[in-house]
């Protein structure tokens, strides 16, 4: 299982030109990854025929981005498929590689020193899951993370509960080696949910999501990263729950 941990599925729209790979790898640094290059066609086309049209082109722009990260030293696999349901494609894909986190690009560029990114923390996330896995992807880096918690309410009780949550989980990165000195954290009441979170992600370099339905694809897509998505241009890592 522990293999599974540090394979990121990665999906690249191929039916346009990407400048990526240096980028990416810069701000979120992997060491196995897997690259889903995805032409989308509509629904009124046939897979074959866009396949017969475009594949070569598709394919070249896949291999130029592959190269990007195996001269970084990642392990890396490729997949290029036709698609019309680009969701429905990323699910399937997370499971043939035994992927615990997918990594939607940024169009950002990298950050100058160490990257920093944000950890959206909830409660009923799989926080053991989310920990365990940020362990393994980061501790080797100097990548530096930042617990963010926010809520609507002010209720004093909840606060400390939070508060206790937030310490436990810097606690459990510290003993998976990420030093203390990389590791912060913060709960806020001050506003509405999401336009906190979108207010605190422009601080950071790339932005770390959990699974919390039981679909992928309605986990990555749904209310919040759907509107996080739509108004960042930051990297999104999603790590997925536990089986």
């Known amino acids: 299982m522990t293999a599974s941990l540090n394979r990121v599925l990665i999906p690249v729209d191929v039916s346009e030109s990407h400048s990526l790979g240096g980028t990416l790898i810069e701000t979120v640094p992997l060491t196995k990854a897997v690259i889903l290059g995805y032409w989308p066609i509509p629904d009124q086309s046939a897979p074959d025929q866009a396949r017969d049209q475009f594949e070569e082109e598709a394919q070249q722009r896949l291999q ?23 969701n ?63 809520v609507e309410s002010t209720n004093e009780h909840l606060h400390d509960a939070t508060e206790y949550m937030l310490r436990g989980l810097v606690d459990r990165l510290s003993e998976l080696g990420i030093s203390r000195d990389r590791i912060e954290w913060e709960q806020s009441t001050n506003g509405e949910q999401t336009a906190v979170i979108l207010s605190r992600t422009s601080d950071f370099d790339f932005v ?11 986990r990555i897509f749904g209310t919040v990263q759907s509107e996080i998505a739509n108004k960042t241009e930051k990297p999104l890592l999603t790590i997925r729950t536990s089986k």
């Open 64 to 86: 130029t981005l592959a190269d990007r990260f195996t001269d970084q030293g990642v392990e890396l696999q490729t997949e290029l498929v036709f698609t019309k349901d680009r």
């Open 88 to 150: 429905q494609l990323i699910d399937r894909a997370t499971n043939k590689y035994e992927c615990q986190s997918v990594l939607i690009p940024g169009t950002e560029s990298p950050p100058s020193g160490a990257a920093r990114g944000i950890v959206l923390i909830k409660p009923n996330a799989d926080l053991d899951r989310i920990v365990t896995t940020l362990g393994i992807l980061f501790a080797e880096s100097d990548v530096e993370l930042y617990l963010f918690h926010a």
């Open 208 to 218: 770390v999501l959990s699974e919390t339905k039981p679909a992928l694809r309605e």
